[in-house]
């Protein structure tokens, strides 16, 4: 079975440009979750989604936002990048929401803003 | 609400024991272990369900104390392997159990 994918796996965009990553859960897998890493912060909460209905949203301005299609590829959307959005960016999808069952993570997407 | 893991970093010879702390002010309905090694992307562990239940690998054991919302993991007769950085991620109940909150870490050095 194929992992979890994530495209592009690195990006450089400019300060007040935007940006999209995409997400691929594993095959059957209808929930798909976001995270930010960054050093000392460690995994922060974006969003879930489940069925494509987002099912709750981290602390995050209203910046960061994402959707799911009906074959639960994932996609995040930063709106007027700023520096502080430098991070690498992990989506992981599990069969059911996120607090009962693994989750599976992809690479990840190295997001680097100057 | 983030949670809060301890110790920050902990350095083992191979064989030695650690444990790893992960605490919540706030009410759990479970408690998800991962591993990170450096470059690669977080590797699950185990979960650890309200009510007891747990699913996990055999090698990997965990507590969950639900009254005071803490959740331990217990690295036995560390290996090299078992290198890389822990993280913690505690769902609460209800609605907003879709939402797994993970604490800043704990960095492990298993050395020969």
């Known amino acids: 079975k194929a992992g979890v994918t994530q495209t592009p796996r690195y990006l450089i965009k400019t300060r007040g440009q935007q940006v999209t990553l995409s997400c691929s859960p594993i095959?059957?897998?209808?929930?798909v979750s976001w995270y930010q890493q960054t050093p000392g912060q460690g995994l922060q909460f974006l969003f879930e989604y489940f069925s494509e209905t987002q099912r709750n949203k981290g602390n995050f301005p209203g910046r960061f936002s994402g959707r799911q299609f009906s074959n639960s590829r994932s996609e995040m959307n930063v709106s007027t990048l700023e520096l502080g959005d430098s991070a690498l960016y992990l989506c992981a999808s599990s069969s059911l929401p996120g607090g009962t069952y693994e989750q599976y993570f992809g690479p990840g997407t190295r997001l680097t803003v100057t | 609400q983030q949670p809060v893991q301890s110790p920050q970093a902990v350095i083992l010879r191979e064989g030695e024991d650690a444990v790893i702390n992960c605490s919540s002010s706030k009410a759990l309905y479970s408690v998800h272990w991962y591993r990170q090694k450096h470059g690669e992307a977080p590797v699950f562990l185990m979960i650890?369900?309200?009510?007891?239940e747990q699913k996990g690998h055999e090698k990997i054991s965990a507590s969950f104390n639900e009254k005071k919302q803490q959740s331990s993991l217990y690295l036995t007769a560390s290996q090299l392997s078992y290198s890389g950085t822990y993280f913690c991620?505690?769902?609460?109940?209800?609605?907003?159990?879709?939402?797994?909150?993970f604490g800043k870490g704990t960095s492990l050095l298993v050395t020969p």
């Open positions: 095959s059957g897998h209808r929930s």
């Open positions: 650890l369900l309200k009510g007891g």
């Open positions: 991620g505690t769902a609460p109940p209800g609605e907003s159990g879709y939402a797994l909150n």
